[in-house]
């Protein structure tokens, strides 16, 4: 009887203690693909996720959101569920409520088919996060926190020329466009050009190092954003 009575006190002193909850919402990136090793995957405490739910600990509870060619709000011709718009609110709605919501997505809109401006890029992935801010999907009906994520630094490979031919000049102008687009919609950005570099075998996907700096620098973030 004492263990039982044990027992029962610790599940109520855990179940008190207040936990946030932050969904990572992305592509590809986000779901942890290994750089120019179609399919594979890295493991959940390397994706930047998985190692931001180590770096936040047990008052956290982070939720990877990743889907390979997700776009910010675009339609894939060749592949379907794929525009970040189409999905984010259902996804909102099922996870509620959050606390905090991370939007990393663009990388996918540097593909030729697309054919966009780097402005539209970023004012994309901006869309995204209005949608956050107006969502009521926050505790007590509020709207969770968002943080948008710029992108890294494009990486140099030949494996980009066959369909994101123009993405190393238009990631150049992205830092420019992502602050404008934050800043026309209110929300914080942070900055990953400054963190981390994509790899050179593909040019679009991080390798460890890159997971771990975007980890650290988004754990930074959130202690800011939800002190």
Request: net charge negative; proline share 7%; charged share 20%.
């Amino acid at each position: 009887m004492r263990a039982t009575v044990r027992t029962l006190q610790s599940k109520r002193t855990l179940r008190d203690i207040p936990v946030k909850t932050i969904l990572c919402f992305g592509d590809s990136n986000t779901w942890g693909a290994v750089p120019g090793a179609t399919g594979e995957r890295f493991p959940l405490d390397v994706r930047w996720p998985g190692a931001l739910q180590n770096e936040l600990g047990s008052g956290y509870r982070v939720l990877e959101e990743g889907l390979n060619g997700r776009t910010t709000v675009h339609d894939n011709p060749l592949t379907p569920y794929r525009s970040g718009r189409d999905y984010l609110l259902p996804c909102l709605q099922s996870h509620k409520p959050l606390d905090l919501v991370v939007i990393f997505l663009g990388t996918n809109d540097l593909a030729d088919r697309y054919a966009l401006p780097p402005l539209d890029i970023a004012r994309g992935a901006a869309v995204l996060a209005n949608i956050v801010a107006t969502s009521q999907t926050g505790p007590g009906g509020v709207a969770p926190a968002v943080l948008l994520l710029g992108l890294p630094r494009i990486g140099r490979s030949d494996a980009l020329l066959d369909t994101m031919s123009g993405a190393a000049a238009k990631g150049a102008e992205l830092p420019r466009c992502f602050a404008i687009a934050a800043a026309e919609i209110g929300v914080p950005l942070l900055e990953l050009s400054e963190v981390t570099a994509y790899s050179d075998v593909d040019g679009i996907h991080l390798e460890a190092d890159g997971h771990r700096a975007i980890a650290s620098a988004v754990a930074e973030s959130v202690c800011e954003l939800l002190a």
